[in-house]
């Protein structure tokens, strides 16, 4: 099993999603908890990864080790390389490996 840590901004952009929305992000991280089966997610480099849903959705993460991911922040495609900022800045400010 793989623990999923959350980060508060990650946080704040689950809860602006409608309810729908929430259930399918929370269901695409049950399966990366209790399967380890990420789906679509791609490497950006230096220790980021994307997960990426066909509507636009994305979500940073980091691989603390093996067993531990930490979610840093979510968005939409469109906001893209604003939100690979974001988490490469709250990597460097937090610490989070």
């Known amino acids: 099993m793989i623990e999923i840590q959350k980060s508060e901004e990650f946080e704040y952009w689950f809860y602006q999603l ?19 089966h990420f789906g679509d997610v791609k490497n950006l480099e230096e220790g980021l990864y994307e997960l990426r849903w066909k509507n636009g959705w994305r979500v940073y993460f980091v691989v603390k080790n093996k ?31």
């Open 18 to 36: 409608n309810n729908k929305e929430q259930a399918q992000v929370s269901s695409r991280l049950e399966r990366i908890h209790s399967q380890e």
């Open 67 to 97: 067993y531990i991911i930490k979610l840093l922040i979510g968005g939409h495609k469109n906001e893209q390389k604003k939100d690979i900022k974001k988490a490469r800045i709250l990597i460097k400010k937090r610490s989070v490996y």
